[in-house]
Nanobody, 124 residues
Framework: QVHLAESGGGLVQAGDSLRLSCAAS????????MGWFRQAPGKEREFVAG????????NYADSVKGRFTISRDNAKNTLYLQMNNLRVEDAAVYFC?????????????????WGQGTQVTVSS
């Protein structure tokens, strides 16, 4: 079983950038498709971005297209999420998830492992 640990969250102002990281241990990252999800208070966990095992395929939620970029470095066993032009509505706890699916599913039910989350707060 893979173990995931997110980092890089923090408090920023609207328009700023952040880069989240997700470090994997226990199994090699290349075994899994990976996704970033977020959950705001009182809301369900929602898909943000996903990337296939080799990194050749990506998928984004409409709300983040053009602002966020997902990437991975399988040699470093690390997943990234570059977030630019952050908005107040992007504030949430961000989670990385691992899936055995060959694609980049948007349903959290398809993911078999999760990190503990990292808080992103965006002030206006």
């Amino acid at each position: 079983q893979v173990h995931l640990a997110e980092s890089g969250g923090g408090l920023v102002q609207a328009g700023d950038s952040l880069r989240l990281s997700c470090a994997a241990s226990g199994r090699t990252l290349s075994t899994y498709g990976m996704g970033w999800f977020r959950q705001a208070p009182g809301k369900e966990r929602e898909f943000v971005a996903g990337i296939t095992r080799g990194g050749g395929g990506t998928n984004y939620a409409d709300s983040v297209k053009g602002r966020f970029t997902i990437s991975r470095d399988n040699a470093k066993n690390t997943l990234y999420l570059q977030m630019n032009n952050l908005r107040v509505e992007d504030a949430a706890v961000y989670f990385c998830g691992a899936t055995l699916s060959l694609g980049v599913p948007a349903s959290p039910n398809i993911y078999v492992a999760w990190g503990q989350g990292t808080q992103v707060t965006v002030s206006s």
